[in-house]
């Protein structure tokens, strides 16, 4: 088990392009989350997966952004046509839903730039 | 709406002193609380939490208080170390959904 995984650490693109983020979480969990991070503030949920069902969206994920994760294992995060105020600190967490809560494992982090 | 405040920025202690952490919400539905604690170029990492029909967990030099009257929850550390000194960000939940409404963090600094 190497916790969860994301990739790239780094992305830096040009306004209007599209990105794709991976993650990997632990293999057990079946519950999958995405969180943004901007400067000096705590992390702002996205959207999160129960093994491969979308269960809730935040307001937050505009019509540009879109996440999947098929066969409930891996889940990737695609942001279309890039702004400027997209640039921020992608978290992925992961968690094993027993109907006790726990705290979830995040990964590192995908750094988004976008120039 | 910020529904989690950590109104502290910043924190500086010295080693083998208390350090209290601080954190108010204003949402009466949330159920569960949970602190963590985040190094730079890493994510977050668990450390603690508290359900509602709690006002103390304890585990090892980490204690969390949670005074739901004043909609209020504390960490305390003790003793502290220079491996403490890290963001905390407390975070807060309610029902089965799990996800969670973070506060902005406060940086603490732990002086040797």
């Known amino acids: 088990d190497t916790g969860v995984s994301q990739n790239p650490r780094h992305k830096i693109t040009k306004r209007g392009q599209n990105v794709t983020f991976r993650c990997d979480p632990i293999?057990?969990?079946?519950?999958l989350y995405w969180y943004r991070q901007t400067l000096g503030q705590g992390p702002e949920f996205l959207t999160y997966?129960?093994?491969?069902?979308?269960?809730?969206k935040s307001r937050l994920l505009s019509d540009r952004f879109s996440a999947e994760r098929p066969k409930g294992s891996f889940s990737t995060l695609e942001i279309q046509r890039t702004e400027q105020g997209d640039s921020a600190m992608y978290l992925c967490?992961?968690?094993?839903?027993?109907?006790?809560?726990?705290?979830?494992?995040f990964g590192s982090g995908t750094r988004l730039t976008v120039v | 709406d910020q529904q989690v405040k950590q109104n502290s920025p910043s924190l500086s202690v010295q080693e083998g002193r208390i350090s209290i952490l601080n954190c108010d919400y204003t949402n009466s539905m949330f159920d569960y609380f949970l602190w963590y604690k985040k190094y730079p170029a890493e994510g977050p990492t668990f450390l603690i939490s508290i359900s509602s029909i709690k006002d103390k967990n304890e585990d090892g030099r980490f204690t969390v208080f949670l005074n739901k009257s004043a909609k209020h929850l504390s960490l305390h550390i003790v003793p502290s170390q220079p491996g403490d000194s890290a963001v905390y960000f407390c975070a807060a939940s309610r029902g089965s959904a799990r996800q969670l409404t973070f506060g902005s963090g406060t940086q603490l600094t732990v002086l040797p």
């Open positions: 967490a992961s968690s094993l839903e027993l109907g006790g809560h726990y705290g979830y494992t």
């Open positions: 997966f129960q093994n491969e069902a979308q269960l809730e």
């Open positions: 293999s057990e969990h079946n519950r």
